[in-house]
């Protein structure tokens, strides 16, 4: 009895997993608590990346734009002791040392049905192409960032997909805040900045 409601249960989930989702990223993410390095940057988040709606599958979308805005500004604001945000090079108004330029590659989803675990998983691969004042490239960085449900019987697949994303959002974040100035070229350019500012 006890193996047929098990298998009952997962049967639901399976069928659950292949209907449809409209997802709704609704969540304030809090400011980061870190202390800026005394750099000048602006960040250019598109239109493209502002209102970006991921559509994984032809049966799943998820409308990222605000949250990951949110998240990024959060990110930066904690890098940096001067930011700007403008939604095109040509807005940025003033000498900044770094150029910043976020946009999305790819957002994968994965339910129970097509992972045979009982979680979903939300992929988000970000792209962040850096250049200096001048606007000449120093590094395009690659971020993917992850996100999973503790459990799939937690929620709906709307529900749980949110949930996923969320936390994929908020790996987004870290990640910016760790490494970043871990990345070698980023690293290199302010070797450089701080060999200029001693020279006579």
Request: with cysteine; glycine share 4%; net charge negative.
């Amino acid at each position: 009895m006890t193996r047929l409601l098990l298998l009952l249960t997962t049967l639901l989930i399976l069928a659950g997993c292949s209907s449809s989702a409209s997802v709704q990223i609704d969540r304030n993410f809090p400011s980061v608590l870190a202390k800026p390095k005394p750099i000048a940057a602006s960040i250019v988040l598109t239109e493209e990346f502002s209102n970006y709606i991921a559509q994984p599958n032809d049966k799943t979308v998820i409308d990222l734009g605000s949250a990951q805005v949110q998240v990024m500004k959060n990110a930066f604001a904690g890098l940096f002791n001067k930011v700007e945000f403008v939604t095109t090079a040509d807005q940025i108004t003033t000498d900044n040392g770094l150029i910043i330029t976020p946009s999305v590659r790819e957002v994968q989803v994965s339910t129970p049905s097509d992972n045979y675990l009982n979680v979903f998983e939300v992929w988000i691969k970000y792209n962040l192409d850096i250049a200096d004042s001048s606007g000449e490239p120093i590094v395009s960085w690659f971020m993917p960032a992850y996100g999973k449900t503790p459990d799939a019987f937690m929620a709906s697949k709307p529900k749980a997909i949110e949930e996923a994303s969320i936390i994929a959002l908020r790996d987004s974040g870290a990640k910016l805040m760790l490494d970043f100035y871990r990345i070698p070229a980023i690293y290199g350019w302010l070797r450089e900045q701080q060999r200029l500012e001693q020279s006579p």
